[in-house]
């Protein structure tokens, strides 16, 4: 039983089947936002709801009973247990914004498809690199927020009238989103105002932002080679292994040619 259980779940048209219902269900869930589609088809997309939840729980308690202990000790297996049991928490009186968690199932998505999981395995690599450069990031902001107030505070209260507006107004600026409209508005009145903001977007987005994306570039590359010595080392194990049937059919030979009588 547990035999037929494995062909089915690790066959590559399971695999497919599941990516197909998870894709409907995202595509489910998205209709339900119009309130013309759910007056029309409320009871297709109700049925297709549950149909799709009860696809996935009977995929996660056929690999359950497949895996058994080893089923928890697989991230991605705990990862859609999670997803999938959200579905069940009660969506009755102030629990009700619950039932827009549903729309998490689509996130399985990553757990299905390969290579969303290895930009996922990739980003959670990146992490402690990523940690040195947020801290760099964060003592930038700083400095040049405590500056910002010190110097512009006074004349443009509305971005630079205490630090935390300080903050807010740089982290706008970093993020490229009408920064020229506030660097001309305090020029009015300092013009020299133009320095602090091009040496301000130069050190944090054409330096320090690009320094997140060098980080997530060089994990991904070290995931994938990963994979490779992970591949090259499964087809090392299949020589092995061909390699020991072959000398073991040449010893049966031998051993058969001995006892055959010239």
Not at 118 to 146: D, E, F, K, N
Not at 212 to 224: H, L, P, Q, R, T
Request: aromatic share 10%.
């Amino acid at each position: 039983m547990r035999e037929r259980v494995r062909r089915v779940v690790e066959s590559p048209r399971f695999q497919q089947v599941i990516t197909v219902v998870i894709l409907l269900n995202a595509a489910t869930l998205g209709v339900e936002t119009s309130a013309v589609a759910v007056a029309r088809y409320g009871t297709v997309l109700h049925v297709a709801d549950h149909a799709a939840l009860y696809v996935f729980v009977a995929e996660i308690l056929a690999k359950a009973y497949l895996y058994r202990w080893r089923f928890l000790r697989d991230p991605w297996n705990v990862f859609d247990t999670l997803i999938i049991g959200i579905s069940f928490l009660p969506t009755a009186g102030g629990l009700s914004v619950l039932r827009a968690l549903r729309v998490l199932r689509a996130l399985r998505l990553i757990s299905v498809v390969p290579s969303l999981r290895r930009v996922v395995s990739a980003l959670l690599t990146a992490i402690p690199g990523m940690t040195s450069i947020v801290v760099l990031l964060g003592l930038v902001l700083y400095v040049a927020a405590v500056m910002g107030t010190k110097l512009y505070g006074a004349s443009a209260p509305e971005y630079f009238g205490d630090l935390p507006t300080s903050l807010f107004t740089l982290f706008q600026v970093m993020t490229g989103d009408g920064w020229s409209d506030i660097n001309r508005e305090v020029m009015d009145t300092h013009p020299s105002a133009w320095i602090y903001f091009v040496v301000f977007v130069l050190i944090c987005t054409f330096v320090v932002l690009n320094l997140f994306i060098a980080v997530v570039v060089s994990a991904m590359e070290e995931e994938s080679q990963e994979e490779r010595r992970a591949e090259r080392r499964e087809d090392g194990e299949v020589l092995a292994e061909m390699a020991a049937l072959r000398a073991e059919i040449q010893g049966l030979r031998q051993a058969i040619t001995d006892r055959v009588p010239s």
